[in-house]
Nanobody
């Protein structure tokens, strides 16, 4: 079994940066494609970035060029570096598997972009 715990969210002004972390407890982390998802109030959860076990990445158009997903398999951690944040980035951010059965959703980490 693997469990994921998100952290690093907070309140930031437009144009600011945050670095989110997702720590995994299981030993199978390194073989899975991982994704960062987000959900704003009254909206569906959406995928914002993915990273394969080999390091290839893909991004939603809305965050391309601003967000960078990375992973440290030795530490069983996936990161999301968010730069040039916009108010529309405000959401609860979650990590999970991508392209396979998902784990149960955790509490996520709140990102609020506001002046």
């Amino acid at each position: 079994q693997v469990q994921l715990v998100e952290s690093g969210g907070g309140l930031v002004q437009p144009g600011g940066s945050l670095r989110l972390s997702c720590a995994a407890s299981g030993s199978i982390f390194s073989i899975n494609t991982m994704g960062w998802y987000r959900q704003a109030p009254a909206k569906q959860r959406e995928l914002v970035a993915v990273i394969a076990s080999g390091g290839s990445t893909n991004y939603a158009d809305s965050v391309k060029g601003r967000f960078t997903i990375s992973r440290d398999n030795a530490q069983s951690t996936v990161y999301l570096q968010m730069n040039s944040l916009k108010p529309e980035d405000t959401a609860v951010y979650y990590c999970n598997f991508f392209g396979r059965a998902l784990l149960s959703w955790g509490q996520g980490t709140q990102v609020t972009v506001s002046s």
